[in-house]
């Protein structure tokens, strides 16, 4: 596996990995319609501002894009970990935390915070992340 910073030519993989997640792993946690919601309206273009500004990161798997992680370095914020439902459980999603957190370290930042869905607060709490707030 290899982690990379995206390109925008990686905008059309993100967004069908992303869909994929969502509608596939997430799904357990959340109704149809919350589902749709939050997948439905996805579109390429909108990875590619994130990609410009070089806060996101794809974690590669035999050439396939298995993951990715996005930041804001400004806002000291993860945004997104993601992985490819065929890749769970191989540790894309701990290497792709581990670079984020590498690069809020390398920028000043003690710690960070993210907006977590229901579906990953176990992974989040995994990685040493405690949770502050609940909200529906």
């Known amino acids: 596996m290899q ?4 390109t925008e030519a990686d905008a059309d993989a993100i967004l069908e990995l992303h869909v994929r997640s969502i509608r596939e ?10 589902i749709e919601a939050w997948a439905g309206p996805k579109k390429p273009a909108h990875y590619l501002e994130p990609i410009r500004s070089s806060r996101i990161f ?5 050439d396939r ?14 945004c997104a970990i993601y992985v490819h439902p065929e890749f769970v459980g191989q540790g894309i999603g701990r290497a792709l935390f581990r670079k984020i957190t590498g690069e809020l370290k390398a920028r000043g930042f003690a710690q960070a915070e993210l907006d977590a869905s229901l579906t990953s607060v176990g992974f989040y709490e995994a990685m040493g992340c405690r949770k502050i707030e609940v909200s529906q």
């Not at 792993?25 to 919350?34: G, K, L």
């Not at 794809?58 to 035999?62: H, L, R, S, T, W």
């Open 65 to 78: 894009i298995a993951g990715f992680g996005d930041y804001h370095a400004t806002k000291n914020e993860i």
């Open 58 to 62: 794809v974690a590669e798997n035999a």
């Open 25 to 34: 792993i997430c799904a357990r946690d959340y109704t149809p319609e919350q």
């Open 3 to 6: 982690i990379r910073l995206a």
